[in-house]
């Protein structure tokens, strides 16, 4: 069975808590300046950071979700350039 690629399953395979909630908070709390890759981000540990790496480079489905992760945590940046 493949894991249907969405943001909370993106959460439960990064080990973090994938409640809605959760979820919301962390983006709320995480966010990044603009030049900050989420890669880059200090608050993953290594292995987190590989796997999202992996997910940015394969272009498939986990892709977007980790892009869309990726727009969640720049959100704040977004908003002050603008």
Same mark, same amino acid.
């Given at each position: 069975?493949?894991?249907?690629? #969405?943001? &909370?399953?993106?959460?439960?395979?990064?080990?973090?808590?994938?409640?809605?909630? /959760?979820? =919301?908070?962390?983006?709320?709390?995480?966010?990044?300046? /603009?030049?900050? $890759?989420? &890669?880059?981000?200090?608050?993953?540990?290594?292995?987190? #950071?590989?796997?999202? =790496?992996? $997910?940015? $480079?394969?272009?498939?489905?986990? =892709?977007?979700?980790?892009?869309?992760?990726?727009?969640?945590?720049?959100?704040?940046?977004?908003?002050?350039? $603008?």
């Amino acid at each position: 069975m493949t894991v249907q690629p #969405r943001m &909370t399953n993106l959460f439960e395979q990064l080990g973090l808590d994938s409640s809605e909630d /959760a979820i =919301a908070l962390f983006i709320v709390t995480h966010q990044l300046n /603009a030049q900050t $890759k989420i &890669t880059e981000a200090d608050y993953w540990t290594e292995s987190q #950071r590989q796997f999202l =790496a992996e $997910k940015i $480079k394969s272009d498939g489905s986990w =892709a977007l979700v980790v892009d869309q992760l990726n727009e969640s945590l720049h959100e704040d940046s977004l908003i002050k350039s $603008k």
